[in-house]
């Protein structure tokens, strides 16, 4: 079966860091993808890793191990806006195969 | 820029009603998607499909059926609409490229049926 798997909610302060945990066991694997999605709106694209390693945009790094199975996405320099779900999803099988989604990691930052 | 639309934003069905909810998307993408998002469940993929005419069941497609006789349009379709089926609806795209094209996301549709 597929599986992904990711904390429910996690809770920090602004100017914090944060890092958010995902694991997966797929069928196979072709990308993790990180979105974020705010309350009542769609998810929007962060990052993608097809390859083991840190991928850095701005603020936001994401970091892949397909040999455990695991991705982190960290959040720096935390700001209130910085709330909402985050979403990890892995496309398990060949290019035009649908993404699979964990069940989102709803964060809060509080000032 | 990037444009995922859905027909509507809110809905109100009534038990039993065939419903239709519409997607278009604007980037001649291959690929489009429906999933449907729940409280504590996340999105679940209903049905997707990677070219015209051509459909393939997600994880959930009991109840609903699919429709794509253009490449920019996509319709998910509830047969007869059931208290069960109250979500948000998000309707997806992306380009069918090796490993990383990401798909965008409309701005969802909240179907409640009474």
């Known amino acids: 079966g597929q599986n992904i798997d990711q904390p429910t909610e996690m809770t920090a302060t602004e100017g914090a860091i944060v890092q958010i945990n995902c694991t997966y066991q797929?069928?196979?694997?072709?990308?993790l993808f990180w979105y974020q999605q705010h309350a009542g709106e769609a998810p929007t694209f962060l990052s993608y890793?097809?390859?083991?390693g840190l991928e850095e945009k701005g603020r936001f790094s994401s970091f892949l191990s397909r040999s455990k199975g695991y991705s982190y996405l960290l959040l720096k320099e935390l700001q209130m806006k910085d709330s909402a779900s985050y979403l990890c999803?892995?496309?398990?099988?060949?290019?035009?195969?649908?993404?699979?989604f964990g069940k989102g990691t709803t964060l809060s930052v509080s000032s | 820029d990037v444009k995922v639309t859905q027909s509507s934003r809110y809905l109100v069905k009534r038990t039993g009603e065939k419903v239709f909810l519409e997607c278009v998307q604007d980037?001649?993408?291959?690929?489009m998607f429906w999933y449907r998002q729940d409280p504590g469940l996340g999105l679940r993929l209903i049905y997707f499909?990677?070219?015209?005419?051509?459909?393939e069941k997600g994880d959930i497609p009991e109840g609903y059926s699919v429709s794509r006789e253009k490449k920019e349009r996509f319709s998910l379709i509830l047969e007869s609409a059931s208290t069960n089926q109250t979500s948000m609806y998000l309707c997806?795209?992306?380009?069918?490229?090796?490993?990383?094209?990401?798909?965008?996301f409309g701005q969802g549709t909240r179907l409640t049926v009474v």
């Open positions: 499909s990677y070219d015209v005419k051509m459909k």
């Open positions: 890793n097809v390859l083991d």
């Open positions: 997806a795209s992306s380009f069918i490229v090796q490993g990383g094209t990401e798909a965008f």
């Open positions: 980037m001649d993408h291959e690929n």
């Open positions: 999803a892995v496309r398990a099988n060949q290019a035009g195969t649908a993404l699979i």
């Open positions: 797929t069928s196979g694997f072709n990308g």
